[in-house]
């Protein structure tokens, strides 16, 4: 084979991975409109009036029997739908090792949140249970695919294009977060103009969010190439129990993994740090918006805006905290937006109901320290996983973040139920926050890079 040859087929291998990398992005495109514009704005807030719809005089909903303030009907779906993802998630990761073929998986997991999304429309009068389930299946749907989204980076980007190319995909996400905002803004606010009502709006800007998801979902699902399963280079016997017991197979991994996690335990303990704190930002990005529209009275126009400016403002924080980190270390810089988040919190507590500039500048102080809190978390994890596990690592990762996620949401819905207080329920978040700076700041981050048998950097 000549030279001439050997460098045009590194230049069509080079060429094949920049097209998936680019239809990868376009996955973080379709998706991330199912977070920002329902998960965060529109839904907690319409799916709170219609289950206050169907309350009792005292305020109560009764789905299966079982008392629900109508207040917290949303966090508890939120909650049971983290608690459904877990479940499935071991079982399709299962399959998608023993047949090598993600693709399908991600497609079906994709369409059935597209369209869970979509039926939204459907969502009037007092159906909150259809809301409810609608809620569970789609976030439960999303969770999955990212799951198989996040495996595909490590096919498609070698060590040193990771970090690039992980970020673009993140940028293309809050990209497309605002750019439907903006739309939903402007259907909201001119909906007497567009001849519907205000109701009308909300359900139109739920399905729009299901309809792009599912349009642009279609660009990765072209580009995205499977490659072969684990089984193709294993011996038979293991093919055989792998394909006779999936679920199995898919609990026993991720046990696998646990336990060799356990021979790092400074990993295990930044991994427990990082659960606990982001359970606490992920359930104050989920919860927000009922919080400004109940609690302090505010128009949903206030609180598409005020998610737009997280969404700005999020990429000028990562990219600050990361200018920081490279000074201070990236364990400095978290810790300093734990105390950020605390802080912002306990300011959220003490806002005056119905002062939108308020809420302005608490969304403002939210979008600051977002996108690095978790950029800089995920970056740091990175260098705490052992040489040749990165996928192991990063999937138990994935899977532990989301089952701890629904501890935040449930806390959030309890203390609402006990007091009938948003004050006291967004409040009680900074318990994740103090716990999670008390467990961050006990991990010697050094030792932890050394003990997983990475180079430590000069300065983390």
Same mark, same amino acid.
């Given at each position: 084979?000549?030279?001439?040859?050997?460098?045009?087929?590194?230049?069509?291998?080079?060429?094949?991975?920049?097209?998936?990398?680019?239809?990868?992005?376009?996955?973080?495109?379709?998706?991330?409109?199912?977070?920002?514009?329902?998960?965060?704005?529109?839904?907690?807030?319409?799916?709170?009036?219609?289950?206050?719809?169907?309350?009792?005089?005292?305020?109560?909903?009764?789905?299966?029997?079982?008392?629900?303030?109508?207040?917290?009907?949303?966090?508890?779906?939120?909650?049971?739908?983290?608690?459904?993802?877990?479940?499935?998630?071991?079982?399709?990761?299962?399959?998608?090792?023993?047949?090598?073929?993600?693709?399908?998986?991600?497609?079906?997991?994709?369409?059935?949140?597209?369209?869970?999304?979509?039926?939204?429309?459907?969502?009037?009068?007092?159906?909150?249970?259809?809301?409810?389930?609608?809620?569970?299946?789609?976030?439960?749907?999303?969770?999955?695919?990212?799951?198989?989204?996040?495996?595909?980076?490590?096919?498609?980007?070698?060590?040193?294009?990771?970090?690039?190319?992980?970020?673009?995909?993140?940028?293309?996400?809050?990209?497309?977060?605002?750019?439907?905002?903006?739309?939903?803004?402007?259907?909201?606010?001119?909906?007497?103009?567009?001849?519907?009502?205000?109701?009308?709006?909300?359900?139109?800007?739920?399905?729009?969010?299901?309809?792009?998801?599912?349009?642009?979902?279609?660009?990765?699902?072209?580009?995205?190439?499977?490659?072969?399963?684990?089984?193709?280079?294993?011996?038979?016997?293991?093919?055989?129990?792998?394909?006779?017991?999936?679920?199995?197979?898919?609990?026993?991994?991720?046990?696998?993994?646990?336990?060799?996690?356990?021979?790092?335990?400074?990993?295990?303990?930044?991994?427990?740090?990082?659960?606990?704190?982001?359970?606490?930002?992920?359930?104050?990005?989920?919860?927000?918006?009922?919080?400004?529209?109940?609690?302090?009275?505010?128009?949903?126009?206030?609180?598409?805006?005020?998610?737009?400016?997280?969404?700005?403002?999020?990429?000028? &924080?990562? *990219?600050?905290? %990361?200018?920081?980190?490279?000074?201070? /270390?990236?364990? =400095?810089?978290?810790?300093? !937006? $734990? #105390? +950020?988040?605390?802080?912002?919190?306990?300011?959220?507590?003490?806002?005056?109901?119905?002062?939108?500039?308020?809420?302005?500048?608490?969304?403002?102080?939210?979008?600051?320290?977002?996108?690095?809190?978790?950029?800089?978390?995920?970056?740091?994890?990175?260098?705490?996983?052992?040489?040749?596990?990165?996928?192991?690592?990063?999937?138990?990762?994935?899977?532990?973040?989301?089952?701890?996620?629904?501890? &935040?949401? *449930?806390?959030? %819905?309890?203390?609402?139920?006990?007091? /009938?207080?948003? =004050?006291?329920?967004?409040? !009680? $978040? #900074? +318990?994740?926050?103090?716990?999670?700076?008390?467990?961050?700041?006990?991990?010697?981050?050094?030792?932890?890079?050394?003990?997983?048998?990475?180079?430590?950097?000069?300065?983390?």
């Amino acid at each position: 084979m000549g030279i001439g040859t050997v460098r045009t087929e590194a230049a069509d291998e080079s060429a094949g991975r920049r097209r998936e990398q680019r239809g990868w992005y376009f996955y973080d495109w379709a998706c991330s409109v199912y977070s920002t514009s329902v998960l965060t704005v529109f839904l907690g807030p319409y799916l709170t009036s219609v289950a206050e719809e169907a309350a009792d005089a005292d305020g109560f909903v009764h789905p299966l029997g079982i008392p629900v303030r109508a207040g917290s009907f949303f966090a508890y779906s939120v909650s049971l739908s983290v608690i459904v993802a877990v479940l499935v998630m071991p079982l399709v990761g299962a399959a998608a090792d023993r047949t090598g073929r993600k693709k399908p998986l991600l497609g079906a997991a994709a369409y059935v949140g597209a369209t869970a999304t979509t039926a939204m429309f459907l969502l009037d009068g007092d159906r909150y249970l259809l809301g409810g389930f609608l809620l569970i299946v789609a976030n439960a749907a999303q969770s999955v695919a990212m799951m198989l989204y996040n495996s595909y980076l490590p096919q498609i980007a070698p060590p040193e294009e990771r970090d690039a190319v992980s970020s673009r995909g993140w940028a293309f996400g809050y990209a497309s977060g605002s750019l439907m905002l903006v739309v939903n803004l402007v259907l909201y606010l001119a909906h007497d103009s567009f001849g519907v009502s205000e109701s009308m709006a909300v359900r139109i800007c739920l399905a729009s969010a299901g309809l792009w998801w599912g349009a642009f979902a279609l660009i990765p699902l072209r580009r995205l190439r499977d490659r072969g399963s684990r089984q193709d280079t294993a011996g038979a016997s293991g093919t055989h129990e792998a394909a006779g017991k999936p679920t199995a197979a898919g609990f026993r991994q991720l046990a696998a993994t646990i336990r060799d996690m356990r021979r790092h335990p400074l990993t295990l303990a930044f991994l427990l740090a990082y659960l606990v704190y982001n359970d606490g930002i992920q359930t104050v990005i989920s919860q927000a918006s009922i919080y400004g529209s109940e609690e302090l009275g505010l128009g949903q126009s206030t609180l598409i805006g005020a998610v737009l400016l997280v969404q700005v403002l999020a990429v000028a &924080g990562a *990219l600050t905290m %990361g200018r920081l980190a490279r000074t201070y /270390g990236a364990k =400095r810089t978290i810790l300093g !937006s $734990l #105390v +950020a988040w605390t802080v912002t919190l306990a300011a959220g507590y003490f806002l005056p109901a119905g002062a939108p500039l308020w809420f302005f500048a608490l969304a403002a102080g939210i979008g600051l320290v977002l996108g690095g809190s978790q950029a800089l978390s995920r970056s740091l994890f990175s260098h705490l996983v052992p040489p040749g596990k990165e996928a192991e690592y990063f999937s138990a990762y994935e899977m532990s973040d989301r089952g701890m996620s629904w501890l &935040g949401p *449930l806390l959030f %819905g309890l203390t609402y139920q006990l007091t /009938g207080s948003y =004050r006291a329920a967004i409040i !009680s $978040l #900074v +318990a994740f926050f103090v716990i999670g700076f008390a467990l961050l700041a006990r991990v010697p981050v050094r030792r932890a890079i050394s003990d997983a048998g990475n180079p430590v950097p000069t300065t983390i």
